[in-house]
T-cell receptor, first 115, second 117 residues
Framework: LAKTTQPISMDSYEGQEVNITCSHNNIATNDYITWYQQFPSQGPRFIIQ???TKVTNEVASLFIPADRKSSTLSLPRVSLSDTAVYYC????????????????FGTGTQLKVEL | DSGVTQTPKHLITATGQRVTLRCSPRSGDLSVYWYQQSLDQGLQFLIQ???????AKGNILERFSAQQFPDLHSELNLSSLELGDSALYFC????????????????FGPGTRLTVL
């Protein structure tokens, strides 16, 4: 079971780029890295997923080094509305492997964006 | 709106009681997951169902049970409730299919806030 470690909190200002790193030393071959965003009293929302190298979508980038023991979520030009908790999740939902029991969310990173 | 619905939104009950939380997954999704989130805690995976069958178990107490019905909705039953069971309970769904840039995406419902007094 892959264990993830993230910083507890980070502070930033509007317009800056924010990078949140997650360590997952015992990631398995079939594991993907997925990031979620959660606002208070709401369910988490998918941001991005990756397996290796770099992935970019309309809201974020995900950098994964060759050894895959860590990953970095990059949020370009954050705004006040990006203040939330960000979770790194390592595992796979592939139904044939019954992925659910490997899906342990860590304690997350509280990002606070100020003016 | 994720497409996942959960009822009720809030539930207040007493210790020793039994409650049932309900979840309707996103249209087309066959996998349902249940999570517990206590104050200052991360999301704890409880149990997963796929097309009516239990697929994976996490840190689910013996006092808790779940099932997924033929119409794919799911229910989480919590019995002999204790003060420590007070938490947000989330249901999530996914297609369970491989492939694509959002392959591991789970769609979370708004949650049910359970308060045990």
């Amino acid at each position: 079971l892959a264990k993830t470690t993230q910083p507890i909190s980070m502070d930033s200002y509007e317009g800056q780029e924010v990078n949140i790193t997650c360590s997952h030393n015992n990631i398995a071959t079939n594991d993907y890295i997925t990031w979620y965003q959660q606002f208070p009293s709401q369910g988490p929302r998918f941001i991005i997923q990756g397996y290796k190298t770099k992935v970019t979508n309309e809201v974020a980038s995900l950098f994964i080094p060759a050894d895959r023991k860590s990953s970095t979520l990059s949020l370009p030009r954050v705004s006040l509305s990006d203040t939330a908790v960000y979770y790194c999740l390592v595992g796979s939902l592939h139904i044939l492997t019954g992925g659910g029991n490997k899906l342990t969310f860590g304690t997350g990173t509280q990002l606070k964006v100020e003016l | 709106d994720s497409g996942v619905t959960q009822t009720p939104k809030h539930l207040i009950t007493a210790t020793g009681q039994r409650v049932t939380l309900r979840c309707s997954p996103r249209s087309g999704d066959l996998s349902v997951y249940w999570y517990q989130q206590s104050l200052d805690q991360g999301l704890q995976f409880l149990i997963q169902y796929y097309n009516g069958e239990e697929r994976a178990k996490g840190n689910i107490l013996e006092r808790f049970s779940a099932q997924q019905f033929p119409d794919l909705h799911s229910e989480l039953n919590l019995s002999s409730l204790e003060l420590g069971d007070s938490a947000l309970y989330f249901c999530a769904s996914s297609s369970g299919l491989a492939g694509g840039p959002r392959y591991n995406e789970q769609f979370f419902g708004p949650g049910t806030r359970l308060t045990v007094l």
